[in-house]
């Protein structure tokens, strides 16, 4: 299920890609469709301009929605953990020093000579 959640996504967000690319900008000059008759004349600009933006919308809904169905799906398969139950790290296996019980037998400090 989650495999076809996300091949339909995939599509969804490539359509919506070419969706946003093919709509006019405010200045006019970026948008790859418009124009006078650039989509063969089926619509007037204004009416291509309504048509791009409803099917924008619709498919940013698909989108979202599949994501939350994604998200949903997800978390129901997951049961929930605790961070106290993971084990620790392996540094627990490490063994302390030992501290001598007496202190090392002083030895005598080596002399230095004093200058004549």
């Known amino acids: 299920m989650q495999t076809v959640l996300l091949v339909f996504e995939l599509l969804v967000a490539v ?3 070419i969706a ?3 709509q006019r900008s405010e200045g ?3 948008g790859m469709g418009g124009g006078g008759s650039g989509l063969g004349g089926l619509f007037s600009p204004r009416g291509a301009s309504d048509t791009l933006t409803r099917t924008t919308a619709i498919l ?9 169905g994604l998200n949903l799906l997800v978390a129901r398969t997951h049961q929930p953990r605790s961070i106290l139950d993971s084990p620790g790290p392996a540094t627990h296996t490490l063994q302390p020093v030992q501290k001598p019980l007496a202190p ?3 030895q005598p400090k080596p002399s230095v000579p004093t200058p004549h």
């Open 20 to 22: 946003v690319l093919l």
């Open 60 to 68: 940013a809904v698909l989108f979202f929605g599949i994501c939350l």
């Open 15 to 17: 359509a919506l890609i």
């Open 104 to 106: 090392p037998p002083s």
């Open 28 to 30: 006019g000059a970026l």
